[in-house]
C-alpha cells in the first residue's frame, strides 16, 4: 500500500487553504505536562491499569465479575482507567471515592456511556436529528445531553457516530446521519461542538466507528468492510476530519476487518491516517473486546499478540477485553512492549482526565430530583427537535394537516401505544414512562375528538436475543391465534367508524440497533397486509412510520395519501408529531438517504459517478430489467404543508482561479399560506480530471423559516475545499483546473443550473 501521508496534505493544511482555523487539539500543553508529572511516579501496572475499561454489567465478561466487590479490588489496585456501563450515580461516586482514596496515586476513573441521543430526556435518534438539516438544533441537542450524564458523574460520550451508510439492511444506519460525506461532516461537526462546548461541565465525544464500519459486507453488522482509499478519503472519512478538526477528545476503533486488517489493529488506519494525516492527539478506544478480538478475526496469534498490535497501532484503551490488563506486563518485560510506548499509550488518557477536570471535581452532583428537573428543563427542545426531523413523503390532497374540528381519530397500527420504542435504539438510560406515545400526544392534542387506538397486529422481533430487554424494551410475548384474530377485526372495525385513521407503523426500536441487520425492507409482521385491508376500507389515511431504515414503501407510495417519517422522535415523540398532525408545527425536515424502491437497489445513493453508456438508446444503460435505478424518494427530498420556489441562481463569477472561491445566490421564496422551513440545498460536479467524480455532490446547504408570501437570498460557497478531493490516480489530494456544474434546490434532483471554469 502506498504511504498515504507522505503525499497527502495534513487537515491543518486543507482547512488553512479553506480559509479556516487550523484544528484545535482538545488538550493543552499544561495537561499534557501533568500527565508526564504523573507517569514518572507509576508503575508499569499502574500505567496498564489506565489503558483498562471494563464494563460494568450484569454479566460476567471478560473475568470481570458482576459483583461491585470485584470492581472494588481492582480499582484499589490501580487496574482501572475507566468504567463503562454505569450510570447510577451513587454507585459511580462510591467507586470514585475507593479510586481516589484507596488507590496508592489517587486516580479517577473516568465514567462513559453511550449518550447517543439523550440520558433523561430523549432527543431524536441521530439519522432522525440529521434529517433536520440543521446542526445548530443538533449542538443544542448534544449540549442538553451532555448536561443531563454530567449530572450523573458521566464525563464521556461514546458518541457521536459518524459513519457514512449507504446500506439500510445495516441496523446501526440509526446512528448515524445517512449516506452522504457533506452532511456527515456538518452532523459530527455539531454533535462534537455540542457535546465538548460546555467549559463550566466538561465532556467528551467520541468519534466512532474508526472507519469503514457501514460498508459492512452485505450490511451484515460486523462484517469486513473492503473500501478503496479513494472512496475512504472521499466518502468515508469527512466526517471523522470534520469531528477532529472541532477537538474531538476521542476516536473509537471499529471492530470489522478494514481491507483484512482489523480496524483496531490496523496501523494504517490509525497512525497513519489518525494521527499523521487528521492530525489527532487525543486517545483512541477500541470498540468493545475489538483487541481481544484481533484473535477471532485470524490476525493475532493469541492474546498476547492482540495486545502487542493493539499497542502498535496506536489503541490507548482497551474497551472490555482485559486484554492490555492481563497481557501487557509480560509484553514490557520480555522486552516486547518499550516502557516508552506505554507510556505514550497512556498519556493523553492521564492528560484528558486533567482535561476534564476530573481529579478537581470527580464526582456526580445528581439528587434524586436532577431525572425530573432536567426533563422539565428540556422537554420543549426534545419536542422542538423531534418536529424538525420528521420528513413528510407525501401528502395528497392536502391531507395534512388534519382539521382540528376532527371528530373521530382511529391509531392504528403496533406503534401507536409504544411509548418506550419511541425512545429509539441507544435510549438505554431514559424511562419509557416519561415518554409520550402518539395516541397519547394525539389525545392530548384533539381534546374534541375521540381518540381511539387499536394495534391490529403485532411487532415481534424475527430474532429473540438473550440480550433482549437490556438495550431496550423486552419484545412481546406473541398472541394467540384467536387473539390474532380479534385484534385484526378491533382495528378494522375501529377504521370504519373513523374519520380519519393514523397508521402507525415500523420496526422495533431493538431493530434498529447493533447485531440488528435485516435481509428485508418490509414492514416487519402483517403491518403491510393490515394497511393494505385499512386502506381498502375508503377511509382517509395518514401513515406515520417509525423506523431509522427506509423501509419498502413501494406500495404505500402510490396508495397511501399521507406518509410521514417519523424516525423514533425520542421523549415527546407523542406530542411533536401531534403538532405536526394538527399544523401547529410544520415539516421541514429532508431525507439523508435516498429511499431505495426495493431492498434488491441497494446500494441505492445519489452521487455516483456517470455509467458507461455505449451508444445513444434508452437501452444501452444501467438498469434492472424490472426497476428503475432511481430512488422511491431522492436524498434531500421532503415536503411541507408550504411551498416554495428557488429561483434565480447566480453565480458570482463564471471562472475563477484555483484558489478562488464562487459564490451561488438564489432567491427562495414562499408561495404557501403558511410559515414554514425550506432547505436550500447546492449540488456540485466536475465535469471532469484526474478521476471520474461523481454526477453531482453535496456542498452547501441552509434551512431558512419564511412567512407567507416573503423571500430570501441565499447565498452558498463553493472554494477550494469544497472542490478537493483525493485522486486515485495522483495518489494525493488534487484541486483541478475544469468545468464545473452546479445546481441549487430542495433535493439531490435539484433543477437550477449554471455552470463555471477553474482556470489553470
Ligand atoms: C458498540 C459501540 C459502543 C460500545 C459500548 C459496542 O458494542 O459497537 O458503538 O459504544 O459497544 O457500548
Not at 415536503?639 to 464562487?662: E, H, M, Q, W
Request: negative net charge; glycine residues 8%.
Amino acid at each position: 500500500m502506498i504511504k498515504l501521508h507522505a503525499l497527502l496534505p495534513s487537515v491543518v493544511a486543507l482547512a488553512l487553504l479553506a480559509g479556516q482555523a487550523p484544528a484545535q487539539s482538545a488538550l493543552t500543553t499544561d495537561d499534557l505536562r501533568r500527565a508526564d508529572a504523573l507517569l514518572a511516579q507509576m508503575t508499569p501496572a499502574e500505567k496498564i491499569g489506565q489503558l483498562n475499561q471494563p464494563f460494568y454489567f450484569k454479566l460476567p465478561i471478560a473475568g470481570f465479575k458482576a459483583d461491585p466487590v470485584s470492581y472494588e479490588d481492582h480499582i484499589r489496585r490501580g487496574e482501572i482507567g475507566s468504567l463503562l456501563f454505569l450510570t447510577d450515580a451513587a454507585e459511580i461516586n462510591r467507586l470514585q471515592k475507593i479510586a481516589l482514596n484507596e488507590s496508592r496515586l489517587h486516580i479517577p476513573i473516568l465514567f462513559g456511556f453511550d449518550v447517543i441521543h439523550g440520558f433523561d430526556t430523549e432527543f431524536p435518534v441521530p439519522i432522525g436529528a440529521a434529517s433536520s438539516w440543521d446542526p445548530e438544533m443538533v449542538q443544542r441537542a448534544q449540549a442538553m445531553a451532555a448536561e443531563e450524564a454530567w449530572h450523573a458523574g458521566l464525563r464521556w460520550s461514546f458518541a457521536p457516530m459518524v459513519d457514512i451508510a449507504r446500506d439500510p439492511r445495516w441496523g446501526r444506519i440509526s446512528e448515524g446521519a445517512g449516506e452522504d460525506p457533506f452532511l456527515g461532516a456538518a452532523m459530527a461537526r455539531a454533535q462534537v461542538l455540542g457535546f465538548q462546548g460546555s467549559s463550566e461541565r466538561p465532556f467528551l465525544a467520541t468519534l466512532k466507528h474508526f472507519a469503514g464500519y457501514g460498508a459492512a459486507t452485505g450490511g451484515r453488522d460486523y462484517d469486513a468492510s473492503y473500501i478503496s482509499e479513494e472512496q475512504l478519503q472521499n466518502v468515508y472519512l469527512p466526517p471523522f476530519r470534520a469531528g477532529v478538526e472541532a477537538g474531538a477528545g476521542s476516536v473509537m476503533s471499529a471492530y470489522m476487518d478494514l481491507n483484512d486488517v482489523p480496524a483496531s489493529g490496523n496501523v494504517h488506519l490509525l497512525r497513519e491516517i489518525l494521527r499523521e494525516q487528521m492530525g489527532f492527539h487525543g486517545f483512541v478506544v477500541s470498540d468493545a473486546f475489538a483487541v481481544g478480538s484481533l484473535v477471532t478475526q485470524g490476525f493475532a496469534k493469541d492474546p498476547a499478540d492482540a495486545a502487542q498490535r493493539g499497542a502498535i497501532a496506536g489503541v490507548n484503551m482497551d474497551m472490555g477485553s482485559a486484554t492490555y490488563l492481563n497481557q501487557m506486563k509480560a509484553l514490557l518485560d520480555k522486552g516486547q512492549l518499550p516502557t516508552s510506548q506505554l507510556d505514550d499509550l497512556a498519556r493523553p488518557i492521564l492528560a484528558t482526565k486533567y482535561h476534564l477536570g476530573l481529579f478537581d471535581h470527580p464526582f456526580s452532583d445528581a439528587t434524586g430530583q436532577t431525572h425530573s428537573e432536567m426533563l422539565a428543563k428540556h422537554r420543549p427542545a426534545a419536542r422542538l427537535a423531534a418536529e424538525r426531523s420528521a420528513v413528510l413523503l407525501r401528502n395528497e390532497g392536502h391531507l395534512l394537516p388534519l382539521a382540528k374540528s376532527t371528530k373521530r381519530i382511529a391509531v392504528i397500527g403496533p406503534m401507536g401505544d409504544r411509548a418506550e420504542d419511541m425512545n429509539g435504539p441507544w435510549s438505554l438510560t431514559a424511562k419509557g414512562t416519561d415518554t409520550v406515545s402518539v395516541v397519547a400526544g394525539l389525545k392530548t392534542k384533539f381534546v374534541g375528538a375521540n381518540v381511539r387506538f387499536a394495534p391490529g397486529v403485532q411487532l415481534i422481533k424475527e430474532f429473540p436475543s438473550s440480550f433482549d430487554g437490556m438495550f431496550g424494551p423486552k419484545p412481546e410475548t406473541p398472541w394467540s391465534a384467536e387473539e390474532a384474530e380479534k385484534q385484526w377485526k378491533a382495528a378494522l372495525d375501529l377504521a370504519r367508524n373513523s374519520d380519519v385513521v393514523v397508521m402507525t407503523l415500523g420496526e422495533l426500536a431493538a431493530m434498529d440497533f447493533e447485531y440488528s441487520s435485516r435481509s428485508s425492507l418490509q414492514l416487519p409482521g402483517r403491518q403491510q397486509e393490515l394497511l393494505q385491508a385499512v386502506q381498502a376500507l375508503g377511509k382517509p389515511v395518514v401513515l406515520l412510520l417509525f423506523s431509522t431504515r427506509p423501509l419498502d414503501l413501494a406500495w404505500a407510495s402510490s396508495h397511501v395519501p399521507a406518509i410521514m417519517d417519523c424516525f423514533f422522535g425520542g421523549t415527546e415523540t407523542g406530542n411533536a408529531v401531534a403538532d405536526l398532525l394538527a399544523g401547529d408545527a410544520v415539516p421541514g425536515g429532508k431525507l439523508t438517504v435516498s429511499w431505495p424502491r426495493n431492498v434488491g437497489q441497494v446500494p441505492v445513493f445519489y452521487a455516483h459517478t456517470a455509467s458507461h453508456k455505449p451508444y445513444d438508446s434508452p437501452e444501452f444503460t444501467s438498469r434492472y430489467w424490472d426497476l428503475p435505478t432511481s430512488p422511491l424518494y431522492p436524498f434531500g427530498f421532503g415536503l411541507s404543508y408550504s411551498t416554495f420556489s428557488i429561483s434565480n441562481l447566480r453565480l458570482s463569477a463564471k471562472s475563477s482561479p484555483v484558489d478562488g472561491t464562487t459564490t451561488a445566490t438564489v432567491t427562495v421564496t414562499n408561495t404557501g399560506k403558511v410559515a414554514a422551513d425550506e432547505v436550500v440545498q447546492l449540488y456540485l460536479h466536475q465535469r471532469y480530471g484526474s478521476g471520474s467524480r461523481p454526477v453531482r455532490e453535496l456542498k452547501g446547504f441552509r434551512r431558512v423559516t419564511l412567512a407567507p408570501g416573503q423571500s430570501q437570498e441565499v447565498s452558498l460557497t463553493v472554494g477550494p475545499k469544497e472542490r478537493t478531493y483525493f485522486s486515485a490516480a495522483k495518489g494525493s489530494w488534487v484541486t483541478e483546473p475544469s468545468d464545473f456544474d452546479v445546481w441549487v434546490g430542495d433535493s439531490s434532483e435539484a433543477t437550477l443550473h449554471e455552470s463555471f471554469s477553474v482556470l489553470p
